[in-house]
């Protein structure tokens, strides 16, 4: 099975000013395709190579892992940016959200914290355990938070040569 980069759900411009097209593109087109690129040639002939990328994170290791890892990274990553977003949850995450940390402008505040904590390459997540708990918890280079029985909600790359 040859992994492919998946479509963005919105063109390359529509973030902008947040990211500008150019910085988008490079972060899609360069780096999140050469970790496809790699995981392909990677799996090529080995006992992943019919594996789906989720397969792939829960029973792999060293340079399959993190080039998995980084391809399901970033499809998350790309889905929790939208043009239209900002604003308030609403409903059963915005219900969640305040029962564990009161507002959700305390909420934002220690999300954000912990991103700009995360030093170097890494991810910060809103997750949800399996207890329907809600947590935010940083990650370093490939790590996700699939690996811990965490149901990532949104992400946030850290990349700091970026942005």
Do not use: C
Not at 45 to 50: D, L, N
Not at 104 to 115: E, G, I, K, P, Q
């Amino acid at each position: 099975m040859e992994h492919k980069l998946p479509s963005l759900p919105y063109a390359k411009d529509a973030l902008t000013p947040y990211m500008s097209e150019e910085t988008l593109d490079y972060h899609y087109s360069k780096y999140h395709q050469s970790y496809v690129s790699n995981l392909n040639k990677l799996i090529l002939g080995t006992e992943f190579e019919y594996r789906s990328v989720e397969e792939i994170v829960g029973t792999s290791s060293g340079g399959a892992f993190n080039s998995a890892a980084q391809v399901w990274n970033h499809r998350l990553f790309w889905s929790s940016l939208s043009p239209q977003g900002g604003g308030e949850p609403g409903g059963v995450l915005a219900d969640a959200i305040k029962g564990r940390w009161n507002t959700l402008t305390a909420f934002r505040h220690t999300f954000a914290s912990a991103t700009v904590s995360n030093f170097g390459s890494g991810w910060t997540w809103l997750v949800k355990g399996a207890d329907g708990s809600l947590d935010i918890v940083s990650t370093s280079n490939a790590a996700t938070s699939i690996s811990s029985g965490l149901r990532p909600l949104i992400t946030i790359d850290v990349w700091e040569h970026a942005y």
